[in-house]
């Protein structure tokens, strides 16, 4: 059978269409930013080790999630830090009463805690924490604990939870979780607080926790260290808001025996020398104060009061970055993100996030 088709006449309409200038311009622009976002995804793909870092202690992290949420989850998008060291999870380990808990795990043997493990593991499976892997270390109650959120992109060669580097064995309370790399080991601590008086959970603890910190930072010097985290002392004058406030602060009157114990727990003068001796003896830098020597009323300190009664306005610099001495020349920023005594930038918390950046290698590794 034949068909008869109708001939198309040619026109100027079958032309092809001419690329003017601007709409060419406008497609390499395209393809240049679909080429850095590309590259910039195979960087990340490929990284080894973390860059920028931040630590905050959240106050209960199950409070924020549920209070505080789209704000951090906004300033977490902004800055994208490849470590996320978090203090003061306040989630019970897993386990029923009794019974040996696993400070790996939330507990979930009821209804209620199975309820609060729901919310947070929702809240980690969005953007942009879904992006991480995540370590716990919890306390057996509702009481201190860490959490540790490295990039996925980034694989620790081994993470522990002791200041003895033992994997399967947890510090008290879950104060402490140790990731280490290629290149230096990340210590994430939540200090104990030293309290008011001479007993065995306040001034006593504390000595021991300062005692075992420097055992452990002597220790391990073979490798850089980058230790971050609630460390629950003011190393200096500078570092708090009103010093005679703090040096005279007592509870109910009690006088402590020693006189170097006396003050605010944080800022006596026997916590801020063994902090010292740390830092000396461990060859440490204070990343904060090595970028900012001066005295910042407004955004310099970690640690606000309550906005009412006699706390009100009085701050402290308690939450740090430390690094080796051997990493200070790569230290491009350390920022603390909190300002003013109504708390701004502290998403709900008495802490607000401190922050910490390093250059991929040292200005001189290429004349060593």
Same mark, same amino acid.
């Given at each position: 059978m034949k068909r008869f088709f109708q001939p198309v006449e040619k026109d100027a309409s079958s032309k092809k269409p001419t690329i003017s200038a601007s709409s060419s311009s406008v497609k390499e622009s395209e393809i240049t930013k679909e080429t850095a976002s590309v590259d910039e995804e195979k960087k990340e793909a490929t990284k080894k080790e973390p860059l920028k870092f931040l630590t905050w202690n959240a @106050?209960?992290? &199950?409070?924020?999630?549920? @209070?505080? !949420?789209?704000?951090?989850?906004?300033?977490?998008? @902004?800055?994208?830090?490849? *470590?996320?060291?978090?203090?003061? *999870?306040? /989630?019970?380990?897993?386990?029923?009463?009794?019974?040996?808990? @696993?400070?790996?795990?939330f507990k979930d043997d009821t209804k209620s805690s199975r309820e609060e493990k729901l919310v947070i593991m929702r809240a980690l499976s969005t953007a942009p924490f879904k992006? =991480?892997? *995540? !370590? !716990?270390?919890?306390?057996? /109650?509702? =009481?201190?604990?860490?959490?540790?959120?490295?990039k996925k992109c980034i694989q620790p060669k081994k993470v522990s939870f002791s200041l003895d580097e033992t994997g399967s064995k947890h510090e008290p309370d879950g104060r402490v979780i140790l990731a280490e790399f290629e290149s230096f080991r990340l210590l994430n601590t939540y200090a104990p607080n030293n309290g008011w008086k001479e007993e065995e959970s306040s001034f006593q603890r504390r000595r021991k926790w300062d005692k075992r910190m420097l055992e452990f930072v002597l220790r391990t010097c073979d490798k850089p260290l980058v230790w971050c985290g609630d460390i629950n002392v003011s190393h200096q004058d500078i570092d708090v808001s009103h010093p005679e406030f703090f040096s005279a602060a007592m509870l109910n009157g009690y006088v402590p025996p020693n006189k170097e114990d006396c003050g605010q727990p944080g800022f006596t003068l026997s916590e801020r020398k063994r902090f010292g001796t740390i830092l000396k003896e461990g060859k440490l830098v204070d990343a904060y104060r090595y970028m900012h020597k001066d005295k910042d009323m407004q955004c310099g300190f970690s640690w606000s009061g309550n906005p009412i009664g006699k706390y009100r306005g009085k701050r402290m610099r308690i939450d740090y970055f430390i690094v080796s001495e051997k990493l200070k020349d790569r230290i491009l920023a350390c920022e603390i993100h909190g300002q003013g005594i109504e708390l701004e930038g502290f998403y709900g918390?008495?802490?607000?996030?401190?922050?910490?950046? &390093?250059s991929d290698e040292s200005p001189n590794s290429n004349e060593n």
């Open positions: @106050n209960s992290f &199950l409070l924020r999630i549920k @209070n505080n !949420w789209p704000e951090f989850s906004k300033f977490i998008e @902004n800055h994208d830090p490849d *470590v996320i060291a978090i203090q003061e *999870v306040r /989630m019970p380990a897993a386990g029923s009463k009794g019974a040996p808990k @696993n400070p790996r795990e992006n =991480y892997n *995540v !370590w !716990w270390s919890l306390s057996d /109650m509702k =009481y201190a604990g860490t959490a540790l959120l490295i918390s008495d802490h607000c996030p401190v922050t910490l950046e &390093l």
